[in-house]
């Protein structure tokens, strides 16, 4: 279960007049702070897989980035089951499975190495993490090329490595910030299945996403986040139920009523 | 913070790039350079001692006791000019030209009579620039006749040989040197090995230290890392050992390397002054100067993963990284300055004073207790800056530019 709610962030501008144009008219420019996440409210309960919408620079980042500890927040809370997230971080990062689309690997190092180094950083034992990979690399079909280095890997094949990896220390939850986003058809499929089968383990998912497709494919729920303010929250079917002219335009209500 | 270090460490050894700045560089390529460009030199400079001159005298018949002591030396070949050469352009241009190499010019008041002929101007026309020893095969012959004449004036005057001795050298100055010959080497030659020592530890921890910073920014896996359960204070110390541990290690490697090569070559060439002055510095001294370095290497270790951490690009880092060799130059080239000694203020300057206390260690003339006050003050400038790194690396601002 992840509960979020009333979560702010700002970030110090270091010279206001070096903005451009069309960032000084965001209204969330006040003074010389920037505040990038100003309410966001979501919740995700066990089984459930949530998908975090909005525009590019909404605030979607910021708020994955808070949950998984590498930001800290301003005002707000979040819980992972009850686990206070803001006072402990440490015990937050052991429950928390964390991959966005810009993660990379350690080329130099293999495939195996790569994932067992973050094992034993969540101080699995040795055999413990021996045992996972085995397990994850017969599922994620990855046998054939765990032990080579990781640079020669291909797109695909870093994506498996990249959900081994985050995944090896049995997360009770995942954050992904969108996963899928510049991957060809294969390496996104990947993520998909994987998300599916999260959700049969019934691991509660947050994932951001552009893809509207991904979400009736993926989601019991939707949280959409505009200008870092939540303006939808709700079941896909009242997503969907906001506009009888298909997703896109549900997506454009949703963005509407948080101004309204 | 060992398993972040381990796992770097596996990173670095794997990657040629650094490998071969680290290890191929000093051991090989270096000594190789240094070695071919001194093989080089010294076969130049024995073919100048060696090489025939082809030379030309005018005015012989002044001076037969001369040319015949030139035609004597196997490695000069008279040549014969026109002697009605009167113009000294034309004289200049025939050296330009490689007709001789060079001409001497007898004037007609030559004669070992030295009261009556005065001073005698043998003129000489020259390529200086070039490599050939020239002057200093013909001092060979005229100091001998010289001495020669002298005497036999000296002696037409009346004069003894004590008496010659006093008036050819009024006055002479007897050095008694108290140095013994390690302070004497190690004054020469003290400032310039922590010199290299200091920029050999920056440069080898450069690269690692971008790597392990800005190129993990790069590569997407900083943001993973950071949200793994172990605390950034591990993660600082385990990639702050990294970039140390690769530092010391090129500097050692390096200085090994060179007084390994140093010594092959000094027993090759038989120069007793090396190994005997090598020799002269005791294991002691020679540990003391690498316990000084730690927290030098410390220091740079720190500064460089804060920089490396701050940029968001491995060129970026690279960027900022270059302009400190010049900052670490500054103060270590100011202990090479003859007159700065290790007292006073200059002991209190950071790494200029362990430059200082590196060069009274091989000179063999450290003040102890002095070492330990200049070990704590860099150790605890060493800790200060990487408690900086920790906090450096708690900053939001930082980490997500």
Not at chain 1, 168 to 194: C, N, R
Not at chain 2, 203 to 218: R, T
Request: aromatic residues 8%; proline residues 3%.
């Amino acid at each position: 279960m992840i509960a979020i709610s009333g979560l702010a962030k700002k970030f110090r501008v270091e010279n206001p007049k070096k903005l451009s144009a069309q960032d000084k008219k965001d209204p969330r420019l006040e003074g010389r702070f920037f505040h990038s996440v100003k309410d966001v409210s979501m919740r995700c309960e066990k089984g459930q897989v949530l998908a975090l919408l909005g525009p590019n620079g909404a605030g979607k980042t910021t708020t994955l980035r808070m949950l998984s500890t590498a930001l800290q927040p301003d005002a707000g809370s979040m819980f992972i089951g009850d686990t206070d997230v803001i006072k402990d971080p440490v015990a937050a990062r052991k429950k928390i499975g964390f991959l966005s689309g810009s993660t990379g690997l350690y080329g130099r190092l293999t495939g195996r190495e790569n994932i067992a180094y973050f094992g034993r950083l969540n101080a699995m034992s040795d055999q413990e993490i021996e045992a996972r990979i085995t397990m994850l690399g017969e599922k994620l079909d990855m046998m054939s090329f765990l032990d080579r280095r990781s640079e020669t890997f291909s797109t695909g094949m870093k994506q498996k490595t990249s959900i081994a990896r985050a995944v090896i220390h049995s997360p009770e939850v995942i954050v992904l910030d969108e996963p899928t986003t510049g991957l060809d058809i294969m390496a996104a499929k990947t993520v998909i299945d994987f998300i599916k089968d999260l959700k049969a383990q019934s691991v509660p998912v947050i994932f951001s996403t552009h893809h509207l497709e991904e979400v009736t494919e993926l989601c019991d729920s939707v949280t959409v986040i505009d200008h870092g303010e939540t303006t939808f929250d709700g079941s896909l079917d009242a997503f969907k139920a906001l506009s009888n002219e298909g997703l896109h335009a549900s997506f454009m209500a949703s963005l509407k009523q948080g101004v309204a | 913070m060992w398993l972040v270090f381990k796992k770097e460490l596996l990173e670095l050894l794997r990657d040629r790039k650094t490998l071969f700045f680290m290890v191929a560089l000093p051991i090989a390529i270096f000594p190789l350079l240094f070695g071919g460009v001194a093989y080089f030199m010294s076969q130049a400079v024995s073919e100048a001692q060696t090489k025939t001159l082809n030379f030309a005298i005018i005015g012989e018949q002044y001076g037969a006791e001369l040319a015949e002591q030139l035609s004597k030396v196997e490695s000069l070949s008279l040549q014969s000019i026109d002697s009605t050469l009167d113009n000294d352009e034309q004289k200049k241009a025939l050296v330009r030209d490689g007709e001789v190499d060079f001409i001497i010019e007898i004037p007609s008041n030559y004669g070992s009579d030295l009261i009556n002929t005065g001073q005698i101007v043998i003129k000489l026309f020259l390529n200086d620039a070039q490599l050939n020893s020239v002057q200093s095969r013909l001092n060979k012959i005229i100091n001998e006749l010289e001495s020669g004449y002298q005497r036999t004036s000296f002696a037409a005057l009346g004069v003894n040989e004590e008496q010659q001795v006093a008036l050819l050298e009024p006055i002479v100055i007897e050095k008694v040197n108290v140095a013994d010959e390690r302070e004497n080497i190690g004054e020469q030659i003290g400032g310039l090995i922590p010199y290299f020592l200091f920029i050999l530890c920056l440069q080898g921890a450069m690269l690692p230290a971008a790597d392990i910073g800005a190129g993990e920014k790069e590569r997407g896996t900083l943001e993973t890392l950071l949200l793994s359960p172990i605390s950034r204070q591990s993660i600082v110390l385990g990639k702050f050992l990294t970039i140390a541990f690769a530092g010391a290690v090129t500097a050692l490697i390096t200085v090994g390397s060179m007084a390994i090569w140093g010594i092959i070559l000094s027993q090759g060439m038989a120069i007793k002054v090396v190994s005997d002055f090598m020799a002269s510095i005791g294991l002691i001294d020679f540990l003391l100067v690498f316990l000084m370095l730690v927290p030098i290497v410390a220091m740079f270790a720190a500064v460089l993963l804060a920089l490396s951490i701050y940029a968001r690009s491995y060129k970026e880092a690279q960027g900022y990284m270059t302009p400190l060799v010049f900052v670490v130059i500054i103060p270590v080239l100011l202990a090479v300055i003859p007159g700065i000694e290790l007292k006073g203020i200059w002991a209190w300057v950071p790494l200029t004073n362990v430059a200082l206390a590196i060069k009274e260690l091989i000179k063999g003339t450290m003040d102890y207790v002095q070492l330990f006050a200049i070990f704590g003050s860099s150790v605890i400038i060493a800790g200060g800056l990487i408690a900086f790194c920790v906090y450096w690396f708690n900053k939001e601002k930082v980490l997500f530019r």
